[in-house]
């Protein structure tokens, strides 16, 4: 697996959120949160883990499943376990 | 149910629930959930699978882990939305933090939780009438004593066996408390895919996404058999579909079917179909073919493992099929949507589908090796009750099949007989049918006026014996070939004509047979100068049905013993040939 840096990571993102969270149109921003995204709630946010580690083919701990705080987050931790996949 | 989609994509699912369409609903049902793991995402899905089969679900789910609070409270919310169904979904995460605190005794753990799920059934019903789908326990992964675990009955996997087969028993008795077999979804898909702990521990999913909607599914089709959609006949085609080859082209020596190379896979199929013909689906067939060479197989082939009586309607002609099925549908007086239709050949299956909409026509795979286990996954078979009758159905069908014909709306029944286009077969006991004569022989009960029970062996000895006329029948009609159904032997006797055996097949019953073979008897006597006929009828506890036998052809009767044995005399003169309906082939 080639390496990811995370403006990539945002991409891929970007279609994954959209799927989950039913809003086509849906931009992605580094500093967004939970708050920032209707309908993210426990719940959507167990489907969007689920999404995501299906689409990168990656796994997160449940510590860092709880830890996401914003979307950047999210996308440089993919980003990262992305490049570090044998 | 007519594709029986099978579309069960978690994400998919999900998003369909979102806008969810149920105005063309044809039903409504309000269902209950109460767990000890997180529903929250099952009841949507519920709903959506729910929608696909023509129902508005509205679905009621209890506060996580208060399975017995609402059903102990008369004031809960459980009662207060009357449901028809309340699913009981037990995880068995739950359990087994449950079984694993220091306090709890294994030995006693089955006996205890299995009692607690019963008073939570007892609770619901003594409330409100609704039909429960308890949910058994899926197996552990954990393995304390690992292979070993089987043989201690204090482990936990062994317990949760335990349990599972506890509650299976708790529920034999109780018509209204129906299983969900969660365990056997997981152990299908996978228990490695199925345990997800980290959405255990953080929202108490007690499964991974993926497998959830295998979980609403099974609910599904429970709900679905329980308001009546069941499956009750499976309408199969013959070649390539039961077993390998064309009949018609290959002959009996080149088809393949039976336990060994290619026929095993048909083998397989055939043994699938019996099964489930002995737990109440009625069979039928509906093949291209020509009636003869359809019959073929049933009737000559030693490895076929379905006979022609496992079915209980047998069409084959060269109409298309979607006529024939009809025609079954008619004849077996059964709804379209009750129906399955297996062919190997999607042209056939596309036909059947576009035109007959309701019946079940699912994609048989390329192999014929994947046959049984493609058409098992479908799950067709749900019901919600089993019973004695159940397995005599294709009986039951055939009498019904029988009587409707006979209310088709003929002026009278010679009007009937005439249109049945029946054509009977008659010869001399000959080498290759005597093991049917055998047969036929050894279980004919009702219709059979002396009952002897010969043997293969002696039915042989009579075929030699020159001084006797050892007869069997055949019979044909439009719809379906008989095969042998009756056996007459008479012996000539210096001044008499002897009637032996006289006894048939009760799938004939009316149509005049035994006419036809009176009428055959008493020319025989008269060809052999013999002016009297005598016969005698010998009463068993299933015959009574032809105790006046050879009143209803003039006979006489001359001698009664205190047992009801009656001696019988005709005198050939008088004899009237009786009016039969049917031609005759000589073999």
Redesign the interface.
């Known amino acids: 697996m080639p390496a990811m840096d995370q403006t990539q990571a945002l991409q891929g993102l970007t279609e994954v959120f959209r ?2 969270f ?1 809003q086509p149109d849906l931009v992605l921003h580094d500093a967004m949160t939970a708050a920032d995204v209707e309908n993210w709630d ?2 959507n946010h ?2 969007l883990i ?2 995501v580690e299906r689409k990168f083919n990656i796994k997160f ?2 510590r860092e ?2 830890g996401f705080q914003t979307v950047g987050d999210m996308a440089e931790l993919t980003a990262k376990k992305v490049s570090a996949a044998p | 149910m007519t594709g029986k989609e099978h579309n069960l994509d978690y994400a998919a699912l999900v998003a369909a629930s979102r806008r969810l369409d149920v105005s063309g609903a044809t039903q409504k049902i309000k269902v209950a959930l109460l767990s000890d793991g997180a529903t929250q995402r099952l009841a949507p899905i519920l709903r959506t699978l729910f929608a696909r089969e023509g129902v508005d679900a509205e679905i009621y789910e209890g506060p996580f882990d208060g399975i017995e609070l609402e059903v102990y409270d008369r004031n809960s919310g459980l009662y207060k939305f009357q449901p028809q169904v309340v699913v009981l979904l037990n995880c068995v995460q739950a359990l087994r933090a449950d079984f694993l605190r220091p306090e709890t005794d294994a030995a006693s753990f089955v006996d205890s939780t299995s009692g607690r799920i019963a008073r939570i059934w007892a609770a619901i019903q003594s409330n409100i009438p609704a039909t429960i789908i308890q949910c058994n326990f899926v197996l552990p992964y954990e393995r304390f004593f690992g292979n070993f675990d089987q043989k201690i009955p204090q482990s936990l996997y062994a317990t949760v066996a335990a349990l599972n087969s506890r509650i299976a028993e708790n529920s034999r008795s109780r018509g209204s408390v129906l299983l969900c077999d969660v365990e056997s979804v997981a152990s299908w898909l996978g228990r490695r895919q199925w345990f997800e702990d980290r959405f255990w521990d953080s929202a108490k999913y007690f499964c991974a996404l993926d497998c959830l909607p295998y979980v609403a599914n099974s609910l599904v089709e429970i709900v679905m058999a329980s308001l009546g959609r069941v499956i009750k006949c499976v309408v199969v085609d013959l070649d390539n579909t039961l077993w390998g080859g064309v009949i018609g082209d290959d002959g009996l020596d080149g088809i393949q079917v039976g336990a060994h190379g290619d026929g095993e896979a048909f083998y397989r199929m055939q043994l699938y179909l019996r099964a489930l013909k002995q737990r109440g689906i009625v069979l039928a067939v509906c093949s291209k073919n020509e009636m003869a060479n359809a019959l073929l197989p049933f009737e000559k082939h030693p490895e076929m493992v379905l006979r022609r009586e496992d079915f209980a309607a047998f069409v084959a002609n060269w109409n298309d099929k979607a006529v024939n099925i009809r025609q079954i549908k008619d004849t077996l007086n059964i709804g379209f949507d009750s129906m399955v239709f297996l062919d190997d050949n999607p042209f056939e299956r596309n036909l059947v589908r576009e035109l007959v909409p309701g019946v079940v026509v699912p994609e048989l795979p390329e192999d014929p090796a994947d046959y049984v286990r493609a058409i098992s996954e479908l799950n067709l078979f749900e019901t919600t009750s089993f019973s004695a009758e159940d397995a005599k159905r294709t009986e039951m069908y055939q009498a019904e099949a029988g009587r409707r014909e006979e209310q088709a709306g003929f002026a009278s029944v010679e009007e009937f007989l005439q249109s049945l286009d029946m054509s009977m077969t008659v010869g001399r006991f000959d080498p290759f049918h005597l093991p049917r004569i055998s047969q036929l022989m050894q279980r004919s009960n009702q219709f059979n006026l002396t009952t002897r029970r010969l043997s293969e062996i002696e039915c042989k000895a009579l075929m030699e014996n020159t001084s006797w006329l050892p007869i069997y029948a055949k019979l044909a009609d439009r719809l379906s070939d008989h095969g042998l159904i009756s056996i007459v032997t008479v012996e000539a006797l210096p001044e008499d004509l002897a009637i032996r055996d006289w006894l048939m097949s009760c799938r004939v019953l009316g149509r005049g047979v035994e006419s036809f073979l009176m009428n055959r008897v008493v020319e025989h006597a008269q060809k052999l100068g013999l002016t009297r006929i005598t016969a005698q009828y010998i009463p068993t506890s299933k015959n009574g049905m032809v105790k006046d036998f050879f009143q209803q052809f003039g006979f006489d009767k001359v001698a009664e013993s205190p047992k009801g044995q009656t001696q019988w005399h005709l005198i050939t003169a008088n004899y009237r040939p009786r009016p039969t309906f049917m031609k005759t082939v000589e073999e």
């Open positions: 799927t989950v039913d426990s719940l167990i489907d689920v999404a701990t449940t499943v709880a």
